[in-house]
């Protein structure tokens, strides 16, 4: 199966404090082929290093958890100059805006990979942009579909 893990996702399984952390980090561990966006690396480390979520690691420790985590256990997509051009002009009818633009661009990296499972903490947001594939956004908590 293709799963493909969201920055929400990576960042709880990353951090042990995190709530959820046990959860998503057992679907990380559990998938054989699986995939993460290369924008989510970048928000990863941001967030490792910039003490947003109440740590702030240094940039080596950050750097070793990325690798650990994503480097040595998914394989990166990103998208092309073309496919960042459609991604702009699909943001407005789909209703991406602000900050949603950013759950569009790895539901796009999804699609590129053909994804079976899109695991996510943000499910009702991904679902809203992405209807036609609500069935495969999953939760890491119940490995299925979000009510």
Known sequence: MIAFFDSTVLIAAII?????????????????KGY???????????????????????PSDASELIRHNIYDR??????????YVRLIAQAGPV???????YDLLLLTCARKIKAERIYTLNGRHFR??????ADKIVSPETGGAFV
């Open 16 to 32: 042990e404090d995190e709530e959820r952390h046990e959860t998503c980090a057992h679907a990380l561990e559990s998938v054989e």
């Open 36 to 58: 993460a966006a290369l924008h989510s690396v970048v928000e990863c480390y941001a967030t490792l290093t910039g003490g947003k979520l109440g740590i702030q690691l240094s």
């Open 74 to 83: 998914l394989r990166l997509v990103s998208l092309t100059a073309a496919e």
């Open 95 to 101: 209703g991406a805006r602000g900050g949603a633009i």
């Open 128 to 133: 809203a942009l992405a209807p036609d594939i």
